[in-house]
Nanobody, 124 residues
């Protein structure tokens, strides 16, 4: 059974930083792309950042480019999202996502497996 356990959300002031973690189990992590999408109230799902555990290729959404960094520790089956220079518009529920289909871009937007969300709130 695929399980994705996310942690690390919270409340932070604008300009601050947070790090999200997602521990994966139940599948061959090395063959998956993993990452995060987010959803704010009343808004569409938005792909944030994803990474291929196989070759390290990445995808970043335009709104987070240059501020967020995704990384993967294949030995721990864990993906991390370092979020810097946070803005109030980054406020959302962040979901860990994974899939073996295609690459990071596709997984961020269409990945089949997701964990429970973690809330990130950025105050102005």
């Amino acid at each position: 059974e695929v399980q994705l356990q996310a942690s690390g959300g919270g409340l932070v002031q604008a300009g601050g930083s947070l790090r999200l973690s997602c521990a994966a189990s139940g599948f061959s992590y090395a063959y998956y792309s993993m990452g995060w999408f987010r959803q704010a109230p009343g808004k569409e799902r938005e792909g944030v950042a994803c990474i291929s555990a196989r070759d390290g290729s990445t995808y970043y959404g335009d709104s987070v480019w240059g501020r967020f960094t995704i990384s993967s520790d294949n030995a721990k089956n864990t993906v991390y999202l370092q979020m810097n220079s946070l803005k109030p518009e980054d406020t959302a529920v962040y979901y860990c996502v994974g899939d073996s289909q295609l690459g990071p871009n596709w997984v961020c937007h269409h990945g089949r497996f997701r964990g429970q969300g973690t809330l990130v709130t950025v105050s102005s």
